[in-house]
């Protein structure tokens, strides 16, 4: 069981490259990407998407990549020079026409985008995508630890809790019969009741208060209860991405415990249900963030 919950931070430096990359991640029901690559790089975000998907399966992903160029080739740039001519000319112009004060300066063509252009380098990706791509990985083993190790501890406070449930319900099978009985006991007195000392046919009376007895008992939830139960304990031990289904199988835990608490005359019964819903909307928060 692993947790969507997780931080790695790496590092590589592969010909005169040096890459940096943190990356987080939290739960979430699918597995959602917030990618910050420096802009020389953007071309890279399918790969490094792939990437992530290959070794992700659920959480809310953010990852950060900066670098340093060390003679890598990757800054490079020219200047249209035409372009910075005709800006410098139009701005001595202005000067003159309205007397400023100052001399021109390079700080003032820097706030024309268009005089500076990256030049297209030939097989930028081979350069860079092998220490992008190490970098990354390393990170991602370090995040994928950190999500074992909180996945770990989620799976033992989960078995804690599931514990719990089995004896619960054990104690509330048991109670059942008792249940029963005093359902029909309490359902045959309110009949009299309303009666008042009337002729009833005695038969039909006790027909009804049976079948409608009947309807009271709880004997299949808590099989049905302890078959879900089952198939929980058996697919927490299961590898890869299971918080979907256990959230799936919890659900029915749930519908079952609810029944048992409707459906029951018994105080005692009532508290057990009741102690039954809250260990499972404690499971419940605890399986939102398994992968």
Not at 62 to 84: C, H, M, P, R
Not at 136 to 147: F, G, H, V, Y
Not at 178 to 196: G, H, T
Request: glycine residues 6%.
């Amino acid at each position: 069981m692993n947790s969507m919950t997780g931080y790695g931070k790496a590092d590589s430096k592969k010909n005169n490259l040096a890459v940096a990359v943190e990356i987080s991640s939290v739960n979430n029901r699918f597995l959602e990407y917030f990618l910050r690559l420096p802009k020389q790089f953007i071309f890279l975000e399918p790969k490094v998407k792939d990437l992530l998907a290959s070794r992700l399966s659920r959480g809310k992903i953010n990852l950060t990549v900066n670098y340093e160029d060390w003679g890598a080739g990757i800054d490079q740039f020219s200047i249209n020079k035409i372009l910075a001519d005709e800006i410098y000319g139009r701005l001595s112009d202005l000067k003159k026409r309205y007397k400023l004060a100052g001399e021109i300066e390079v700080g003032h063509l820097v706030g024309f985008p268009d005089i500076f252009r990256l030049e297209k380098i030939n097989n930028l990706e081979k350069k860079i995508w092998p220490t992008v791509k190490d970098a990354i990985n390393k990170a991602l083993d370090e995040l994928i630890s950190m999500r074992q190790k909180e996945g770990a501890n989620l799976k033992k406070d989960i078995l804690f809790r599931l514990n719990i449930l089995s004896r619960d319900i054990v104690k509330i099978e048991k109670l059942a019969p008792e249940n029963l009985a005093a359902y029909r006991d309490k359902l045959a007195k309110k009949i009299n009741d309303l009666m008042d000392g009337k002729t009833v046919n005695g038969a039909r009376i006790e027909e009804e208060v049976s079948f409608l007895a009947e309807r009271s008992d709880i004997t299949e939830e808590c099989v049905r209860f302890k078959r879900h139960l089952r198939q929980f304990k058996s697919d927490i031990n299961q590898t890869g991405p299971i918080g979907k289904r256990l959230n799936f199988i919890l659900q029915e835990l749930n519908r079952e415990a609810n029944t048992i608490c409707s459906k029951t005359a018994s105080s005692e019964i009532s508290r057990l249900g009741l102690e039954l819903k809250e260990e499972i909307e404690k499971i419940r928060e605890q399986i939102q963030n398994v992968e």
